[in-house]
T-cell receptor, first 110, second 114 residues
Framework: DVKVTQSSRYLVKRTGEKVFLECVQDMDHENMFWYRQDPGLGLRLIYFSYDVKMKEKGDIPEGYSVSREKKERFSLILESASTNQTSMYLC?????????FGPGTRLLVL | EDQVTQSPEALRLQEGESSSLNCSYTVSGLRGLFWYRQDPGKGPEFLFTLYSAGEEKEKERLKATLTKKESFLHITAPKPEDSATYLCAVRASLGGGGADGLTFGKGTHLIIQP
């Protein structure tokens, strides 16, 4: 069974805080992805990674950074959280051409 | 720029009433078209991958088909538990913006009434 886990289901943070979202996969996948999902806008790609210490910008990287120190773990970092980063964050990893998603983290920035 | 458009945005059916969801796409070199199901507050659950025009995949009451411009998700005799948002996504050839990520449509919100 494909297993992608995310560290939190719900998070509430204050404006200006540094926020870490963690994603772990146990399938030795090389490719991992971070998306955000907003009503009316759908899923949009923030960052992705092909391998350890590798990262590529997606379509909306502004205000975010990522870290991949180990193959199984891909972290999304909000350096200084803002209210417009309130969203559902989804992590995915790839088997062949297919991406499998984690359960999501719903982040509220006050 | 890759684009995916899903229609209708929302669809309400009676239990047992078959229908189809549409996904039209514009992409420079299709590497795959994907269908996902998403329940409220959860991550998307993978359903199908289609690679070339004419291909079909089936799973229980769902059948996905692909042409050069669009894909259909046919739902036969649906049950209330089929209620969900169905997402379509494409993966384009490497080199485009957001290279290896998926481009998603906004989804079709399907409600099956008992």
């Amino acid at each position: 069974d494909v297993k992608v886990t995310q560290s939190s289901r719900y998070l509430v943070k204050r404006t200006g805080e540094k926020v870490f979202l963690e994603c772990v996969q146990d399938m030795d996948h090389e490719n991992m992805f971070w998306y955000r999902q907003d009503p009316g806008l759908g899923l949009r790609l923030i960052y992705f990674s092909y391998d350890v210490k590798m990262k590529e910008k997606g379509d909306i990287p502004e205000g975010y950074s990522v870290s991949r120190e180990k193959k199984e773990r891909f972290s999304l970092i909000l350096e200084s959280a803002s209210t417009n980063q309130t969203s559902m964050y989804l992590c995915a990893s790839t088997i062949g051409e297919t991406q499998y998603f984690g359960p999501g983290t719903r982040l509220l920035v006050l | 720029e890759d684009q995916v458009t899903q229609s209708p945005e929302a669809l309400r059916l009676q239990e047992g009433e078959s229908s189809s969801l549409n996904c039209s796409y514009t992409v420079s070199g299709l590497r795959g078209l994907f269908w996902y199901r998403q329940d409220p507050g959860k991550g998307p659950e993978f359903l199908f991958t289609l690679y070339s025009a004419g291909e079909e995949k089936e799973k229980e009451r769902l059948k996905a088909t692909l042409t050069k411009k669009e894909s259909f998700l046919h739902i036969t005799a649906p049950k209330p538990e089929d209620s969900a948002t169905y997402l379509c996504a494409v993966r384009a050839s490497l080199g485009g913006g957001g290279a290896d990520g998926l481009t998603f449509g906004k989804g079709t919100h399907l409600i099956i009434q008992p």
